[in-house]
Each structure stands twice: as structure tokens, then as C-alpha cells.
């Protein structure tokens, strides 16, 4: 059964930067278009970021030029690199798998908090 293993969270300060990491363990995410979102409390769950299994990449406007996708095949791994982090980007953020009719796999979820 394939899984999808979140790492990178933390505390970190208005202006800081974290790396987030997806890693794929019993499944390969080069055949998967890969997302990064984002769930702050009392708010709907948002698509941050995408990248598609050949290298598309969409980022939500607000994170626009400060959030970038990436993605090693040979590490089977997908990172959210943030920059620049901003107190309304705390949120616990999911890395999800997408097949061809449904994100197929999750990830457990890691919190991200910026205090300012």
C-alpha cells in the first residue's frame, strides 16, 4: 500500500523560510501530478501548489514568486519550498497525489506556523 510521508514543518519567523518534503514510499510520483495544500483552522482546505507528472506547475496567487514546487524523480520526493513566510501562511499543509479521476494518496499533514 503506497503511502506519502510529509517532513519540513515548523516555527518559524515573518520573513523566514521552510522547505517542505513529500516523500512516496510503495508508489512512484513520477507518474503522478502532485499538489501542495494547505488548511489554516476555520478555513477550507486550498490548493497552494501543482505540478504535473511532466513538469506544469501552477502556484496559488497569494504565494506567487515566494512558494516553489519541485520535484527528484531519483528521490521519488516533492518539496514546497517557501520563502519569504508571512503569519497567514500558518496552516497544516498536505501533499496529495493525483490519478487521473482523484487525489489518490495524502499525506498526513505538516504544521507550518510563522509568527510575527
Known amino acids: 500500500q503506497g503511502q506519502l510521508v510529509e517532513s519540513g514543518g515548523g516555527l518559524v519567523s515573518a520573513g523566514g523560510s521552510l522547505r517542505l518534503s513529500c516523500a512516496g514510499s510503495g508508489l512512484d510520483l513520477s507518474n503522478y501530478d502532485m499538489n501542495w495544500f494547505r488548511q489554516a483552522p476555520g478555513l477550507q482546505r486550498e490548493l497552494v501548489a501543482s505540478?504535473?507528472?511532466?513538469?506544469?506547475?501552477y502556484v496559488l496567487n497569494s504565494v506567487k514568486g515566494r512558494f516553489t514546487i519541485s520535484r527528484d524523480n531519483a528521490k521519488n520526493t516533492v518539496y514546497l519550498q517557501m520563502n519569504s513566510l508571512k503569519p497567514e501562511d500558518t496552516a497544516t499543509y498536505y501533499c496529495a497525489a493525483q490519478g487521473l479521476f482523484s487525489y489518490d494518496y495524502w499525506g498526513q499533514g505538516t504544521q507550518v506556523t510563522v509568527s510575527s
Open positions: 505540478m504535473s507528472s511532466g513538469g506544469v506547475t
